[in-house]
Structure formats: C-alpha cells, structure tokens
Nanobody
C-alpha cells in the first residue's frame, strides 16, 4: 500500500516558477516508476513526465525544456520543477506511481498561472 501527497502548488505570474513535491509513504519498496500528470477544468488528464526507477526522465512535448522531474529516494520524495510557466500550464497536478501491480495517485495540487 502506497500513499502519495502532493504539495507546492499556488498562484504564480507568467514566466514564474514553482516546485511541486510528492511525498510517498507506505510500501515504498513496491514503487517501480513515478511521474506527474495534470488536468485542467473540462480537459482530459494529460501526461507530463515519467521518472523511471533508474532516474531516467521523459517529458511531454508541451513542457519539455521548461519542467524538470526528479526523485530523492532517501527522502521518499519526487519533485517537479516548473519554470517559465505559461497560463496554459494552469491545472491540477497529480503525482502518480506504479507500485507492485497497480497505479497509485495523489490528491493533486492546484497550479494557477495568471497575471
């Protein structure tokens, strides 16, 4: 059993930055991959990034070059650094992980980019 809790969202101006955190607890040893998704109102949930077990990261085209995902295994944390934010980045951001044989999701944290 794995639990994920996101934090770090907020209101930021275009061009600004935020650092999102995802704290994992429970059966940490079961986690294979982790990542981030986002969902804007009225839109489908969108894949943002994946962090493989070896630390390799991949990104959606829409965020590549602006966002950076990472993990700190010693702290049971994963992060998403959001730079050069744009209004279209406004969404609820969700941490997820593949643990054992199922996907686990956090509750999400709101990111709003507005002047």
């Amino acid at each position: 059993q794995v639990q994920l809790v996101e934090s770090g969202g907020g209101l930021v101006q275009p061009g600004g930055s935020l650092r999102l955190s995802c704290a994992a607890s429970g059966s940490i040893s079961e986690i294979v991959n982790a990542g981030w998704y986002r969902q804007a109102p009225g839109k489908q949930r969108e894949w943002v990034t994946t962090i493989a077990h070896d630390g390799t990261t991949t990104y959606a085209t829409s965020v590549k070059g602006r966002f950076t995902s990472s993990r700190d295994s010693a702290k049971n944390m994963v992060y998403l650094q959001l730079n050069n934010l744009k209004p279209e980045d406004t969404a609820v951001y969700y941490c997820n992980a593949f643990a054992g044989a199922s996907w686990v999701w956090g509750q999400g944290t709101q990111v709003t980019v507005s002047a």
